[in-house]
């Protein structure tokens, strides 16, 4: 038999090699971006057409190559950025493989034109299929211009398994904006058919996420700044009220280079569980500086993994980082019903950040189990300022009611008009399970267990944060028994439990003798809701103390609060109502469900068409 090994041709495997890098026209466009900002340059435009099958062409101002230079780059393994095996772990440049302009020669038709700053002129190269065709010396603007033309020309098999238009585009765009989002430093610009995409001036991280996702988002981000010896992370996150359906705007980078990371991006969603519903995402824009020894980027081109070789600390760091941000200014209500803009001004106008959650902390005494409640009801002590904004959802929709809320006085007048029975009731209750008000727009429902599960939940998250005092009620000592395991959780959590309201002391081994509980706690029920708090420190997955304060809130809150199925007077409901808009966050549950909705007359009227 004769041998039948052959060397392929460098033509074909250079071919070959391209596939791997340049997959889809948004690759080509990802690795010329990233040539641009490694370059140096302050401004860089891209210009496609026909989403990048036809052409895919940036332009810098960056450091242009000297005609030398120029001819390398397209060689396979040709690069500036490193040069021994050490440099691997000090990398700080997007690229460092040298493959991305071969690749690109090697599938398509190229054009460049380069200069040096110090320069007088320039190189114009042409270089198809590998080859190089032309080179000479020429005029051009100080900086690189490449023109990709007909990307896989020569792979006819690749060309015709690239997607639609549409589909292409959404791609190359999402790679513009990864580049762009993390470099504001940098002016980008994107033309697409002759139509500008995007214009991004230099500026700040916000102004440039702004540039991109549009003028709401000044309103939409939380700054986020943590520092540690190991690591900076710095960047938005996205107010919960904003959370989105989709997972569309979650932007991870490490040392500037976008990447992906499941176990990252639970650490801040995870951070968000309380505030917004289960089946949303939050939006981030973060950017983690890390020595690049401390991580390996050194996977695969196209992929967007970076292994961290402490993934735990960075978890840590970064969750807790997320968490302070909302602590710290996420305190203003902003409601998106993504409805009526009048709906959404009225809410705008809800109490604002220097406001303390006035009634849930000093009246824990209200108990809307009892069915003699209305007896125990009392309004919250304090009125915070700006209050208004509530009551004008809906004293303005009802005929016959003082609308003016300018004075003190008439204030009160309101107050009274709305809490008051007797009148004609703002407040219905649906099946003993929602609340139903009338807003400008139409109708909103709120679901009462779950509002006032909210209105606990922040009050105990208070009363941990130990800024407030707990009220008790005294008990028959009870002793609860407990496994030996249980009562170490129990014991670890003395302190806590103390804040909320417990006096308890260990009797033997594991058991508890408890005196005195949380006010609105059943006797009955102190046994099970000390099960269930331990029980959920069992599944908690971190040692924060913020995270052990939200587990506790949680068991009690969804302990204590009314449940569907009890009857509310007209002014418990006004009360549940009026505490609801006082919290942080008055639209979604502890555990992630939406609290309520509104129905906007325009439904009600198709419906009765
Ligand atoms: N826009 C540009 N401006 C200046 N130099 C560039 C530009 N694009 C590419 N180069 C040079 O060409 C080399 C090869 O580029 P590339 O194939 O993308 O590999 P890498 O970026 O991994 O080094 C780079 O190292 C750089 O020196
Ligand atoms: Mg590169």
Redesign the pocket.
Known sequence: MSNIIKQLPDSVANQIAAGEVIQRPASAVK??L???V??G?GDIKLVVKDAGKTLIQ?I?N????TPM?AR??FERH?????SKAEDLFAIR???????????IAAIAQVEMK?RPHGDELGSCLKVEGSGLTEQETCQCAA??N?AVRNLFFNVPARRNFLKSNNTETRHIIEEFIRVSAINPQIAFSMLHNDKVVFKLQAGSLKSRIVGIFGKPYNERLLPVQQKTDVLTISGFIGKPEFAKKTRGEQYFFVNKRYIRHAYLNHAVSNAFTELIPSDAHPSYFLNIEINPEDIDINIHPTKTEVNFKEAGYVYAILHAAVKQSIGKYSLTPTIDFNLNPEVETAFSQLPRKDLKQPGININPDYNPFKQSSSAGFEKPHHRPQGQQGWQKLYTETLPGQKTETSGREENEEAEQGLLETGHASPFFQLQQRYILTNVKSGMMLIDQQKAHERILYESFLEQLSGNIAASQQQLFPQTIPFSPDDAGILRSLKNEIGKLGFVMETFGASSFVVKGVPSGLKETDVAAILEKIVQNFKEQSTDLQSDKNINLARSMAANLSIKAGTRLEEREMADIFQRLFLCKVPQVSPDGKNILAIVPLTEIEKFLK
């Open positions: 690795e010329l990233e040539n641009a490694d370059a340059a940036v810098d960056g450091s242009g190559m230079d390398m780059c040709a690069t500036s950025k490193i440049t997007m690229g460092f493989r040298g493959e991305a302009m071969a690749s380069t900086g690189t490449i």
